[in-house]
């Protein structure tokens, strides 16, 4: 068991490699089909693999390390971490705030201010732009709450969550339906921490060997048939056709996610279980910023992309190299900028 005042040194090293990841993978996205290609650029498959590579598990790793956190305060600082009022109103003013905040930010920016009123207060709300993660992550928080209210057993909720995985393309408003498909990867984290589950089993050079192979077995194959039944979408209209399209799509996500997201943290267990040095602080200090990047690295990425010569002047080869730096580069100083002062501290501190 670890003492309570235990630092998640797993946690500090992952979220600096998960923001290198979700920087990346929006730099490269105008090669995977994220983003609309920037005119007159050819198709570069390599990109198209890279980008894929980084989205992987990226996303589903920034979420089982939300649930992780979490479950590790409820069972260090006890129950009141699950009082409704703590929760439900603290995480509000940690996700839908900001969420709130820029999202006006991009639709001034990049969206179409000439918007009815209405769209434009739902989509506060919902999340523009990539501020979709944090409605969605609130819900997840709201989920986890649900369940310790009503006392269900982590055996039974698991195949559930699994089962709404699968299901997660039902149109459900505020991004409760994307929710749906991350909730099983937070809930797992937030059980691993509150019931203090021991993985130091798995702590071995093999696992790591094992989980590494089968990533690279699983991760493009089964990308590869992904995109081979969503091309067979338009095919059949049939509605039952496209159910089960989406949701053996949403299946082969979750398990090459899954292999990936385990690789990641039980390579990261390993290097930490056999650990001599402490940490570095540059990486606790980087991780501290992840939140700031996250919000801001995007507004980076579409001024450079959209309102500069830059694509013009690198070309499609160096463009997405160079708009990597300077969003990661860019987005830390300025998160290091906000963070000194009150209003940037109360949003992204």
Same mark, same amino acid.
């Given at each position: 068991m670890k003492p309570k005042t235990a630092f998640l040194s797993e946690v500090a090293i992952i979220r600096p490699i998960l923001i290198f990841l979700l920087v990346f993978y929006h730099a490269f996205a105008i090669y995977s089909e994220a983003w609309a290609p920037i005119k007159g650029y050819p198709e570069v498959l390599a990109y198209w693999w890279l980008d894929k590579l980084s989205y992987a598990f990226m996303l589903e790793m920034f979420v089982f390390i939300s649930g992780y956190v979490f479950g @590790?305060?409820? +069972?260090?600082?006890?129950?009141?971490?699950?009082?409704?009022?703590?929760?439900?109103?603290?995480?509000?003013? +940690?996700?839908? /705030?900001?969420?709130?905040? %820029?999202?006006?930010? =991009?639709?001034?920016? @990049?969206?179409?201010?000439?918007?009815? /009123?209405?769209?434009?207060? =739902?989509?506060?709300?919902?999340? /523009?732009?990539?501020?979709?993660?944090?409605?969605?992550?609130?819900?997840? %928080?709201?989920?986890?709450?649900?369940?310790?209210k009503l006392r269900l057993k982590a055996k039974w909720i698991i195949p559930v969550l699994v089962l709404c995985s699968v299901c997660s393309f039902l149109p459900l408003p505020l991004r409760m339906g994307t929710a749906m498909y991350y909730m099983l990867f937070f809930y797992l984290g937030y059980i691993i921490e509150k019931e203090d589950i021991s993985l130091d089993r798995f702590y071995t050079l093999k696992h790591c060997i094992i989980l590494i192979i089968a990533f690279c077995i699983l991760f493009p194959t089964l990308t590869l048939l992904r995109e081979k039944i969503c091309s067979l979408n338009g095919v059949d209209n049939q509605l039952v056709t496209k159910i089960a399209i989406v949701s053996l799509s949403s299946l082969m996500k979750i398990i090459y996610s899954s292999i990936g997201l385990a690789m990641l943290f039980i390579i990261i267990g390993y290097k930490e279980k056999n650990r001599k040095t402490p940490l570095s602080q540059w990486i606790i200090k980087i991780g501290n910023l992840c939140f700031g990047v996250y919000l801001l690295q995007q507004f980076i990425l579409r001024g450079l992309y959209n309102y500069t010569n830059l694509p013009r002047i690198l070309g499609c080869y160096w463009l997405p190299w160079v708009g990597f730096v300077v969003a990661l580069a860019g987005s830390i100083i300025i998160t290091e900028l906000l963070i000194k002062t009150k209003v940037g501290k109360f949003l992204i501190g």
């Open positions: @590790f305060q409820v +069972r260090t600082k006890g129950n009141e971490k699950l009082n409704a009022k703590n929760l439900l109103w603290g995480k509000f003013k +940690r996700l839908m /705030v900001p969420c709130m905040v %820029f999202s006006l930010l =991009y639709i001034l920016l @990049f969206g179409h201010i000439a918007q009815p /009123v209405q769209k434009t207060l =739902y989509g506060l709300l919902n999340g /523009v732009g990539h501020m979709w993660f944090l409605p969605m992550l609130f819900w997840c %928080f709201v989920g986890v709450w649900v369940i310790e």
